[in-house]
């Protein structure tokens, strides 16, 4: 296996910290005589504190008094509901608001706008509805920019108005809101190519190969021997990996199985050694097709069936890009002519892998 020199990719995540909603006392004194709204709740899209572009969600039950037209609606940030709301949170703003969509549940489905005069608080405004609420209110400001400061708690005053000046209080409700620390999480990803050989595998899985030895059995002018080895391959290589095959033909002191170089069938009664990694073989039937989810396959001269090939140095499969594991079977056949000496005939073949970046 070759190795490339390392780089480093950070793959980076932002925690988004949830909205803390909670039931906070009323301003008594600036909604008297407002009914209380139920069911509400704001959220951020971001609750990371400066952070610009937000849009803030309000969500509602159906608004208890919806028996009076809606006007305008107003959420008012603060710091602090004890000190009657008397100042907002430093970095906050609303001058760049829009609204994402025409509201709903307010009453009438068009005609509705923002209105930015009070930059420390969210508005919008109708002064021609005259159609009464009803259902679940959803509005939505997009471009908020949030208070500075970050872990720090702030509040909104959430009122219905029914003139369109903000000042005829119809329902009201407070809800306490909070930035956060955005949370980095990084993951390290090296340069990998995961490559193995043997002659048993379970699926693709490296840790699982096991053997050393393909034996071909007796050979003989009147059948093919044959066997089968295996190996397996991955890599995040943008240009993937490539496998060649390295060693000499079946050999026995100075005598030779002659090796298939230029690829051809399997012939009886022929001195022949060869290999290929094809699915289908059937002249002599050997080998498997390649499993597994990745795009690696074998390469033209040796995916062929009932074709088979041995050179030094071949490139034997490969893969066009960075791809999922591989299971290749390689299928070996020899043939021997009655002239062929006696003895034990061996190779040891190394197949090297070598990822692409």
């Given at each position: 296996?070759?190795?490339?020199?390392?780089?480093?990719?950070?793959?980076?995540?932002?925690?988004?910290?949830?909205?803390?909603?909670?039931?906070?006392?009323?301003?008594?004194a600036?909604?008297?005589?407002?009914?209380?709204?139920?069911?509400?709740?704001?959220?951020?899209?971001?609750?990371a504190g400066?952070?610009?572009?937000?849009?803030?969600?309000?969500?509602?039950?159906?608004l208890?008094?919806?028996?009076?037209?809606?006007?305008?609606?107003?959420?008012?940030?603060?710091?602090?509901?004890?000190?009657?709301?008397?100042?907002?949170?430093?970095?906050?703003?609303?001058?760049?608001?829009?609204?994402?969509?025409?509201?709903?549940?307010?009453?009438?489905?068009?005609?509705?706008?923002?209105d930015?005069?009070?930059?420390?608080?969210?508005?919008?405004?109708?002064?021609?509805?005259?159609?009464?609420?009803?259902?679940?209110?959803?509005?939505?400001w997009?471009?908020v920019?949030?208070?500075?400061?970050?872990?720090?708690?702030?509040?909104?005053?959430?009122?219905?108005?029914?003139?369109?000046?903000?000042?005829?209080a119809?329902?009201?409700?407070?809800?306490?809101?909070?930035?956060?620390t955005?949370?980095?999480?990084?993951?390290?990803?090296?340069?990998?190519?995961?490559?193995?050989?043997?002659?048993?595998?379970?699926?693709?899985?490296?840790?699982?190969?096991?053997?050393?030895?393909?034996d071909?059995?007796?050979?003989?002018?009147?059948?093919?021997?044959?066997?089968?080895?295996?190996?397996?391959?991955?890599?995040?290589?943008?240009?993937?990996?490539?496998?060649?095959?390295?060693?000499?033909?079946?050999?026995?002191?100075?005598?030779t199985?002659?090796?298939?170089?230029?690829?051809?069938?399997?012939?009886?009664?022929?001195?022949?050694?060869?290999?290929?990694?094809?699915?289908?073989?059937?002249?002599?039937?050997?080998?498997?097709?390649?499993s597994?989810?990745?795009?690696?396959?074998?390469?033209?001269?040796?995916?062929?069936?009932?074709n088979?090939r041995?050179?030094?140095?071949?490139?034997?499969?490969?893969?066009?890009?960075?791809?999922?594991?591989?299971?290749?079977?390689?299928?070996?056949?020899?043939?021997?002519?009655?002239?062929?000496?006696?003895?034990?005939?061996?190779?040891?073949?190394?197949?090297?892998?070598?990822?692409?970046?």
């Amino acid at each position: 296996m070759k190795t490339q020199p390392q780089y480093q990719i950070a793959l980076v995540k932002t925690v988004m910290v949830a909205i803390i909603i909670a039931t906070m006392p009323l301003i008594s004194a600036v909604r008297a005589g407002a009914v209380q709204i139920s069911g509400r709740s704001i959220t951020m899209s971001t609750s990371a504190g400066g952070a610009a572009g937000v849009t803030y969600t309000l969500v509602t039950s159906a608004l208890p008094t919806n028996g009076t037209p809606v006007k305008s609606l107003q959420i008012q940030l603060c710091n602090s509901l004890s000190d009657s709301c008397a100042s907002t949170p430093v970095g906050f703003s609303s001058a760049s608001t829009s609204l994402a969509s025409q509201p709903s549940g307010l009453g009438s489905a068009s005609g509705w706008s923002v209105d930015t005069s009070s930059t420390g608080s969210l508005r919008i405004v109708n002064a021609s509805n005259s159609t009464n609420p009803s259902g679940a209110v959803t509005v939505a400001w997009n471009g908020v920019h949030n208070q500075t400061a970050t872990n720090a708690t702030f509040y909104g005053i959430i009122t219905t108005y029914s003139n369109s000046n903000w000042s005829s209080a119809i329902d009201t409700g407070s809800i306490a809101l909070s930035t956060s620390t955005q949370v980095q999480v990084s993951l390290t990803v090296d340069e990998t190519l995961t490559f193995c050989a043997g002659t048993s595998i379970a699926g693709q899985d490296c840790a699982t190969i096991s053997g050393n030895f393909v034996d071909l059995g007796y050979g003989s002018t009147t059948s093919t021997a044959t066997g089968t080895s295996v190996m397996a391959a991955s890599t995040n290589g943008s240009s993937g990996y490539t496998i060649t095959v390295n060693g000499t033909t079946l050999t026995s002191g100075s005598n030779t199985i002659t090796a298939l170089s230029s690829g051809g069938g399997s012939t009886i009664g022929l001195k022949q050694f060869g290999l290929n990694l094809a699915s289908n073989n059937t002249a002599p039937v050997v080998g498997a097709a390649v499993s597994g989810t990745g795009i690696g396959a074998p390469t033209t001269n040796y995916g062929i069936d009932n074709n088979f090939r041995f050179a030094s140095g071949n490139t034997i499969a490969s893969s066009s890009g960075p791809t999922n594991a591989n299971a290749f079977t390689i299928g070996y056949i020899a043939n021997i002519d009655g002239m062929t000496p006696a003895g034990v005939y061996n190779t040891i073949l190394t197949y090297n892998a070598t990822a692409n970046y």
